[in-house]
Each structure stands twice: as structure tokens, then as C-alpha cells.
């Protein structure tokens, strides 16, 4: 197959696109990378057709995304939004070329709400949800739930996610959350004293999950602020859960973080960009660019 796989970028922020190049190479494919800024537009007739770094999209088998839809991402800003939500959308217009993934899964992976939204339509247990818009929103979640977590449906590693407890000592903070954001995203807290975990699918295979636990006084879950974290095995319900999910999300490669709690799993969210691949070495991450391909391959003809 000739497939061409939309990378983040070309620079070190991208460790995981050149990698996909290189196992399509080793499973006799013809790869080709290329970045949103590569795709454009040309006549053909009267239609017009896509092309990606100078070949037209309609002579590719197959194409795998790992699209920078962010841009320059920083806070609320997102540099090039409009511009490259469009080349993706065009992209996965094309008639008859699969896209592993198009527009629509990574939109709706990026959005908060839409996770939730697609998420509890399917059956699977997601935190109640709802807009917050005012402080006296957010303070309805806080007086219905006790403790909200508030935080912006397009948002990267875990900023500007706050817990409230105490609305009048955090209402500066909330104010100013609202003011970036315009419409927060406000969802019942659940405890991460027994931590949460991180759940890699690939396809039809999950080689690289962890368990993160919260570093002491702290409630957050994040490597980048000392929590701690190990390999584990999942149970089989956990992985039947995260493939439902990854399922219902449309997605072919996805990080999920889901919570143990005392009713059962709770998944915080599914992430289009899974990360972690390098955490345990080459071969759990050659497992799972494998794995993207095992899918490819299965569903691409």
C-alpha cells in the first residue's frame, strides 16, 4: 500500500509520526510523511483536489494522522485553528481514501464535551457534565456535586484543570478561567487516592498502560508534577472498557485515562494523542505503531 502519514510536525515535538514512517517501510508499505501546512488544493476538472506534499491524495491506499490541529498551542491560544481544522476536514473528504483518523475523531477527541457527549451515548461511564459560563454555574456544580473540577473543553496536559472546593476562596481563579475560555467544562470530582490509570490503545492491542498515583497532598495525577507511576497489567474489563471507548471515539491510536472508584471504572477521557509510547522503551512502542498498522491493513481495503 502507499500510505502517507500526517505528521505533528518535523521536529522533535514529534517523536511518534517518523516512527510510523519507518514500520510502514519495514512491512513493505510505501511512506510517505507530510505535515497539515503540506496539504493543497489544486484543479482537477472541476473538482478540487487534495494534494499532500505535491502528490494528489487520491493516490494514496491509506492515511494515518497524527495531525497538530492546535497549532502553537498556548493557554486559550491556538495559533492556525481555522486553517488547519479545514486541511484536515478536506483531507478526510477525499472519496474512498480511509483516514485513521479523520476530522471528526480528532475533533471530537480534542473537545471535552464531545468526549463525554460520544462517550455516555455508548453505554460507558463518564463523569456528569455540564457548561459553566458564570461563576454562578460553576457554583450550581459545586452546590449539586460538592466538589467540581473545572477546566477547558480544548486544553493540553492538565492546565488550567482546577478542583474546586471552596467557590468564595477560589472564585478570583474561576473568574479568571472563564475570562480565558468564554465556557468551562464543569464534571463531578472523583477521588485519585488509588490512582488513575493510563490505558494505550492501538488498534486491536493495549501494550503500554500505566498507573499514576498522586504525589502526598496532592489530588493530580501528573508525571510532569511528581506523581509516580509503574507499569501494570490491566484487567480484562478494563481493556474490554478502553477498547469500547477507543471504539466509540473513532479513534485508531489513543491514550485513556480512566479512574477506579468505588462504583466502577470512570473514564476521565479519551485522547487522540496517547503519548507515554517511549516510557518502557522500544518494544512496547514498536508494538503499538505495529498495531497501527495491523488495524490499517485490516480496514483500509
Same mark, same amino acid.
Given at each position: 500500500?502507499?500510505?502517507?502519514?500526517?505528521?505533528?510536525?518535523?521536529?522533535?515535538?514529534?517523536?511518534?509520526?517518523?516512527?510510523?514512517?519507518?514500520?510502514?517501510?519495514?512491512?513493505?508499505?510505501?511512506?510517505?510523511?507530510?505535515?497539515?501546512?503540506? +496539504?493543497?488544493?489544486?484543479?482537477?476538472?472541476?473538482?478540487?483536489?487534495?494534494?499532500?506534499?505535491?502528490?494528489?491524495?487520491?493516490?494514496?491506499?491509506?492515511?494515518?494522522?497524527?495531525?497538530?490541529?492546535?497549532?502553537?498551542?498556548?493557554?486559550?491560544?491556538?495559533?492556525?485553528?481555522?486553517?488547519?481544522?479545514?486541511?484536515?476536514?478536506?483531507?478526510?473528504?477525499?472519496?474512498?481514501?480511509?483516514?485513521?483518523? $479523520?476530522?471528526?475523531?480528532?475533533?471530537?477527541?480534542?473537545?471535552?464535551?464531545?468526549?463525554?457527549?460520544?462517550?455516555?451515548?455508548?453505554?460507558?461511564?463518564?463523569?456528569?457534565?455540564?457548561?459553566?459560563?458564570?461563576?454562578?454555574?460553576?457554583?450550581?456544580?459545586?452546590?449539586?456535586?460538592?466538589?467540581? +473540577?473545572?477546566?477547558?473543553?480544548?486544553?493540553?496536559?492538565?492546565?488550567?484543570?482546577?478542583?474546586?472546593?471552596?467557590?468564595?476562596?477560589?472564585?478570583?481563579?474561576?473568574?479568571?478561567?472563564?475570562?480565558?475560555?468564554?465556557?468551562?467544562?464543569?464534571?463531578?470530582?472523583?477521588?485519585?487516592?488509588?490512582?488513575?490509570?493510563?490505558?494505550?490503545?492501538?488498534?486491536?492491542?493495549?501494550?503500554?498502560? +500505566?498507573?499514576?498515583?498522586?504525589?502526598?497532598?496532592?489530588?493530580?495525577?501528573?508525571?510532569?508534577?511528581?506523581?509516580?507511576?509503574?507499569?501494570?497489567?490491566?484487567?480484562?474489563?478494563?481493556?474490554?472498557?478502553?477498547?469500547?471507548?477507543?471504539?466509540?471515539?473513532?479513534?485508531?491510536?489513543?491514550?485513556?485515562?480512566?479512574? $477506579?472508584?468505588?462504583?466502577?471504572?470512570? +473514564?476521565?477521557?479519551?485522547?487522540?494523542?496517547?503519548?507515554?509510547?517511549?516510557?518502557?522503551?522500544?518494544?512496547?512502542?514498536?508494538?503499538?505503531?505495529?498495531?497501527?498498522?495491523?488495524?490499517?491493513?485490516?480496514?483500509?481495503?
Amino acid at each position: 500500500m502507499k500510505v502517507g502519514v500526517l505528521a505533528w510536525d518535523y521536529g522533535a515535538e514529534d517523536p511518534d509520526s517518523p516512527g510510523l514512517a519507518e514500520m510502514g517501510r519495514e512491512r513493505g508499505h510505501d511512506t510517505r510523511l507530510f505535515t497539515l501546512d503540506e +496539504i493543497t488544493y489544486a484543479p482537477a476538472g472541476q473538482h478540487v483536489e487534495v494534494r499532500l506534499a505535491g502528490d494528489p491524495a487520491p493516490s494514496f491506499d491509506a492515511i494515518i494522522s497524527r495531525a497538530n490541529l492546535y497549532g502553537d498551542w498556548r493557554g486559550s491560544r491556538t495559533d492556525g485553528w481555522p486553517d488547519r481544522l479545514e486541511r484536515l476536514t478536506m483531507l478526510s473528504n477525499v472519496p474512498g481514501l480511509p483516514v485513521f483518523d $479523520p476530522v471528526d475523531a480528532w475533533f471530537a477527541g480534542y473537545s471535552k464535551f464531545l468526549n463525554a457527549q460520544r462517550l455516555a451515548a455508548a453505554g460507558l461511564p463518564v463523569p456528569l457534565t455540564r457548561s459553566a459560563t458564570t461563576l454562578t454555574d460553576v457554583a450550581t456544580a459545586v452546590e449539586e456535586w460538592g466538589v467540581a +473540577i473545572v477546566k477547558p473543553s480544548f486544553g493540553l496536559r492538565g492546565i488550567d484543570v482546577e478542583r474546586i472546593t471552596d467557590l468564595p476562596a477560589q472564585s478570583d481563579r474561576v473568574r479568571e478561567l472563564l475570562a480565558a475560555y468564554g465556557t468551562l467544562v464543569c464534571q463531578t470530582y472523583h477521588p485519585t487516592e488509588y490512582g488513575e490509570y493510563r490505558i494505550t490503545v492501538a488498534g486491536e492491542v493495549a501494550p503500554i498502560n +500505566i498507573l499514576k498515583l498522586p504525589p502526598a497532598g496532592s489530588w493530580r495525577c501528573k508525571t510532569l508534577e511528581g506523581a509516580s507511576f509503574e507499569r501494570f497489567d490491566p484487567p480484562a474489563d478494563l481493556l474490554e472498557l478502553a477498547f469500547r471507548a477507543t471504539r466509540a471515539m473513532g479513534l485508531t491510536l489513543a491514550g485513556l485515562d480512566i479512574l $477506579p472508584t468505588r462504583d466502577g471504572y470512570v +473514564i476521565l477521557e479519551v485522547n487522540p494523542i496517547a503519548g507515554f509510547l517511549d516510557i518502557f522503551g522500544p518494544e512496547p512502542r514498536r508494538q503499538a505503531l505495529a498495531g497501527v498498522y495491523e488495524w490499517v491493513e485490516k480496514h483500509a481495503g
